[in-house]
Nanobody
Framework: QLQLVESGGGLVQPGGSLRLSCTAS????????IGWFRQAPGKEREGVSC????????NYIDSTKGRFTISRDNAKNTVYLQMNSLKPEDTAVYYC????????????????WGQGTQVTVAS
């Protein structure tokens, strides 16, 4: 069974950091582009960042540039999202998703999704 599992979410104060992990089971990630998406209450799901099989990266939104870094460790079958200088507006459920080949701006082109991990930024 192909599965993605996110972890690393939690409650953090503004200005703090978290590192999210997305680990695959049932398949290897090295041939897939992995995207991180987030959905805040009452809002649509939006793309945050994506990493291609050859580790090229794509930022979907300007608000996280310079603060969030996506990376991958194919040996661990895991993709990470390092989030620094967190702000209350970063509060959301964060999802990772996989699609074969390259990153895409089209959310619906990602075939496999994890269940999400909650990130809450509050004092």
């Amino acid at each position: 069974q192909l599965q993605l599992v996110e972890s690393g979410g939690g409650l953090v104060q503004p200005g703090g950091s978290l590192r999210l992990s997305c680990t695959a089971s049932g398949f290897t990630l090295d041939g897939y582009a992995i995207g991180w998406f987030r959905q805040a209450p009452g809002k649509e799901r939006e793309g945050v960042s994506c990493i291609s099989p050859r580790s090229g990266t794509l930022n979907y939104i300007d608000s996280t540039k310079g603060r969030f870094t996506i990376s991958r460790d194919n040996a661990k079958n895991t993709v990470y999202l390092q989030m620094n200088s967190l702000k209350p507006e970063d509060t959301a459920v964060y999802y990772c998703a996989a699609r074969a080949s390259f990153c895409s701006y089209f959310r619906n082109s990602f075939n496999y999704w994890g269940q999400g991990t909650q990130v809450t930024v509050a004092s």
